[in-house]
């Protein structure tokens, strides 16, 4: 994480430090970045780069940070409403939430392709730390479909829960990455909820 020394700094030179990063790495990816053209672009000294980060990789998961709060926040809606959703509904909004994410930051979905396919290494301190959070979210929407009685009965929640999670993380990335269309993305998605019922859902 940053060195307090950067978050000295005022907001406008952080956010400039942290979009010239993310537009080096989206461009070169983690492997060919350079951290002079970096401090370059944001109009520092290469020697400061050194008081806020420990190294190319630091910067690069302080990105993914920011990345993985704002979409967090994108749910901040759907946490407030699910309780008075169904399943069915409650994925939808669920994948609905996350696709439009990827519109409106279609940067951050590159870097996290350069992340995912390039750096298997870094996959197993980013699920640690990350993957509690998007098992939290799904977990809530499973247990809420258990007080509405529409689970099946003696369905192993927990595993049911990290299935699903896997199953959702592939078909988005797939889906943003492919550049489909709106009726081909809501036809994947409608599949797909129909598959996830027909495992967890009662008959």
């Known amino acids: 994480m940053p060195k307090q020394t950067f978050?000295?700094?005022?907001?406008?030179?952080r956010t400039k430090i942290e979009q010239a990063a993310l537009d080096e790495f989206v461009e070169y990816g983690?492997?060919?970045?350079?951290?002079?053209?970096?401090v370059a672009q944001s109009k520092i000294a290469?020697?400061?780069?050194?008081?806020?980060?420990?190294d190319k990789k630091d910067l690069y998961f302080h990105l993914i940070d920011i990345i993985v709060t704002q979409k967090?926040?994108?749910?901040?809606?759907?946490?407030?409403?699910?309780?008075?959703?169904?399943?069915?509904?409650?994925?939808?909004?669920?994948?609905?939430?996350?696709?439009?994410?990827?519109?409106?930051h279609p940067k951050y979905y590159l870097l996290g392709e350069d992340f995912t396919?390039?750096?298997?290494?870094?996959?197993?301190?980013?699920?640690?730390?990350?993957?509690?959070?998007?098992?939290?979210?799904y977990m809530q929407v499973i247990k809420q479909a258990d007080l509405n009685n529409e689970l099946r009965e003696r369905i192993d929640i927990p595993n049911t829960v990290l299935?699903?999670?896997?199953?959702?993380?592939?078909?988005?990335?797939?889906?943003?990455?492919?550049?489909?269309?709106?009726k081909q993305r809501d036809q994947v998605i409608s599949e797909l909820i129909i598959f996830i019922e027909s495992a967890v859902k009662r008959a």
């Open 7 to 13: 978050y000295n700094l005022t907001l406008d030179k």
């Open 30 to 38: 983690f492997d060919n970045s350079n951290i002079s053209r970096i």
């Open 46 to 54: 290469k020697g400061s780069f050194y008081q806020y980060f420990e």
């Open 72 to 104: 967090m926040q994108a749910f901040t809606p759907f946490f407030k409403t699910y309780q008075d959703h169904t399943f069915s509904e409650n994925f939808r909004d669920v994948f609905q939430i996350g696709l439009d994410f990827a519109d409106t």
């Open 117 to 137: 396919k390039k750096h298997p290494a870094f996959i197993r301190e980013f699920v640690a730390k990350y993957q509690p959070l998007a098992v939290d979210l």
């Open 163 to 182: 299935f699903i999670n896997t199953l959702i993380n592939n078909t988005m990335i797939d889906l943003i990455m492919d550049n489909r269309s709106k």
